[in-house]
Structures are given as C-alpha cells and as structure tokens.
Antibody, heavy 115, light 110 residues
Framework: QVQLQESGPGLVKRSETLSLTCSVSGASISSFYWSWIRQPPGKGLEWIGYISDTGSTIYNPSLRSRVTIAVDTSKNQFSLKLTSMTAADTAVYYC?????????WGQGTLVTVSS | QSVLTQPPSVSAAPGQRVTISCSGSSSNIENNYVSWYQQFPGTAPKILIYENNKRRSGIPDRFSASKSGTSATLGITGLQTGDEADYYCGAWDSSLSAWVFGGGTRLTVL
C-alpha cells in the first residue's frame, strides 16, 4: 500500500518561495510518476505538475514559470518549489501518485501566504 | 473557470439515484481516460472510478460511470447520507499537456 506524507511550512511570506516535500512509503520513487495538486480554501482542485520515473517534468501552463518538481531517490521523496508566492497561492497542497488517474494521495498540508 | 464543466450541485433523496455530468472536449474526455474522485470536507480526494468506468477496489457497485464523446457521467444509486460529498472528474488534456479537473459537484442527500 502506497502512503504519501507532505511536509513543509504552513506559513509563507508574500514574494517568498514555498518548499514542500512528499515522503513516499510502499513504493519506489523511481518506479512511478508523482504529482502535486492544490486546492484553495472552498475551491476546486488545481493540478500543479508531475515528475516522471525518468525525471522529466510537465507543469501546469499557468504555473510553469514559478514551479519546480524534483525527486530525491536516496530519501524516496519528491519536492515542490513555488516561487513568488502571493495570496492566490494559499491552498491545501496534496502530493499524489500519478498514473492515468490519481489513486494515492497524501493527507494534504495547508499553506497560507501572509503579507 | 475549469476546462471540465460540472454542475455546482446536485441533490436527491436517500435511496434514489443521481447522476453527475462532466463535459469537456476532444482534447480531454473524448480521447483520454476519465477518473472520478470523492472528497469529504477536510480530507484528501479519494479515487472512485478510473479509466472511464472501472471501480477502484473497495468501491461499492452503487457507483458507476460512463463516457460518450466529450462527456462523462458518474452515477450513484441507493443514495445514502454518507454519500454527501464533493465529486470531481479529471482527465489528461492533450492540447494543454496538463491534467485538468472539473470544478466539482456538491452532492446533497436530502
């Protein structure tokens, strides 16, 4: 059974960079695709991007200039960096195992952007 | 505005059947797999249906889904109060080269 757990700061200042980590257990990080998905309070799901088993990445066009997703195979983790944070980036951030669908999700972590 | 269009809300009485629609285009629903997710407040989404109409292990057969052209539909029969949740459809969009979700549908069991 694949388990994912997000970690990172719950509060980020406006214009700073968000860094989140997703720790994976029950699966090798090198064998699957992995994604970040976010959900602003009271709103729907927004796909941020994914990283493949070979390390290639695809990002949401609306966030592409600010996003980096990377893998750390030694720790079986993958990460998200989102630069130039604004209030519009306040959301619950989920990590998930990507396929033709999203079958395994982390519990999510709320990130609030403060001024 | 979401690439996939869902009704904001649907409602039905316990025991009844409800359907939730998801409308897209040839670049997403028509030519790629559709999946459906259930989300309760304060929790992560959970996969219900994948590859258009396959139930994830453990999902009751009260949940079903279909796809026709640029639209997909989630059906829930024998509604229970425990089915009250938000439901999302999702698919890969080949034109955007991005995964897209519907805006979500709030199901109320009256």
């Amino acid at each position: 059974q694949v388990q994912l757990q997000e970690s990172g700061p719950g509060l980020v200042k406006r214009s700073e960079t968000l860094s989140l980590t997703c720790s994976v257990s029950g699966a090798s990080i090198s064998s699957f695709y992995w994604s970040w998905i976010r959900q602003p309070p009271g709103k729907g799901l927004e796909w941020i991007g994914y990283i493949s088993d070979t390390g290639s990445t695809i990002y949401n066009p609306s966030l592409r200039s600010r996003v980096t997703i990377a893998v750390d195979t030694s720790k079986n983790q993958f990460s998200l960096k989102l630069t130039s944070m604004t209030a519009a980036d306040t959301a619950v951030y989920y990590c998930a195992r990507a396929s033709y669908y999203y079958g395994d999700w982390g519990q999510g972590t709320l990130v609030t952007v403060s001024s | 505005q979401s690439v996939l269009t869902q009704p904001p809300s649907v409602s039905a009485a316990p025991g009844q059947r409800v359907t939730i629609s998801c409308s897209g285009s040839s670049s997403n629903i028509e030519n790629n797999y559709v999946s459906w997710y259930q989300q309760f407040p304060g929790t992560a989404p959970k996969i219900l249906i994948y590859e258009n109409n396959k139930r994830r292990s453990g999902i009751p057969d009260r949940f079903s889904a279909s796809k026709s052209g640029t639209s997909a539909t989630l059906g829930i029969t024998g509604l229970q109060t425990g089915d009250e949740a938000d439901y999302y459809c999702g698919a890969w969009d080949s034109s955007l080269s991005a995964w897209v979700f519907g805006g979500g549908t709030r199901l109320t069991v009256l």
